[in-house]
């Protein structure tokens, strides 16, 4: 891959796939004009967030270059300029906040918050312990949050904090590898690592786990689009499987790291995901019947 383009990071693009949750649950699978304007919203998105990424390893040259794996991203390793990175980071900005403001005045303005979000972070969010992980979260309710804008449809309560958890949940393992890995130097690369230990870390990841399957629980059952399609309910199931795979993997063999690379490399949580997206889309698209769990709902 050139380095220009691995200085945007597009394997973290998968995180920004949130952006069609809106678009899935309110049943605009066949709507043309939704389809053109979330795929828009998701190429806002993925320019914003290479931006940050830019953003954040220009800040961090120096201590990217003492961690054991950060060393070889592009700036860190010298195979990209400063100069250069900089000219970059300012077109995906501005082709960013084009996109969403054409869509809408709040689309912009969310990807406006996400980018001062970021900043805040690159400035001094990512050094304090546990508001680090909340704000890598917030900025996947933005996300989120883009995706129900562009297409003008409210979004659930239950399923936004079910989004945060689970947002949580990856930041909270993330922060676990590292600890885990950078040993007694961890300091160097991640101050927050500093105020965490592990007996802490462990918990957090596996709270946050919980949290999440508990709110989808609640809202494949209580929210306005569950009463209408109570076959959601049939999603549930592969949502538990995913996050208790991906505790075992996190946990257990401390590979929460790079949840991004791991939802493609191990097949459990990849087709737990696929198969999630494929039920929800039918359920809502098609108004599957499943008699047991209407009756129950009643």
Known sequence: MPPLLRLCRPKQWSKNLLVFAAWIFSGNLTNGEANLKVFLAFLAMCAASSATYIFNDLADIERDRAHPTKKNRPLAAGTVGVPLAWITAAFLVIF?????????PWAGVILLGYGALQGAYNLGLKHMAVLDVFAIAFGFLLRAGLGAEAIQVPISGWLMICTGALALTLGFAKRRSEWVKQGEDRERSRESLGEY?????????????????????IYVVQSETAVKNPGLLLTYPFVIYGVFRYLVLSIGKNEGGEPEE?????????????????VAALVIKTGVHVPLIESAGR
């Open 96 to 104: 960013a906040l084009g996109i969403g403001f054409w869509l809408s």
């Open 197 to 217: 230990d592990l007996m802490s870390l462990t918990l957090l990841v596996a709270l946050s786990a919980g949290l999440a399957l508990v709110f989808y629980g």
């Open 262 to 278: 791991l939802l493609i490399r191990d097949r459990h949580i990849l087709l737990s995901v696929v198969a999630f997206v494929l």
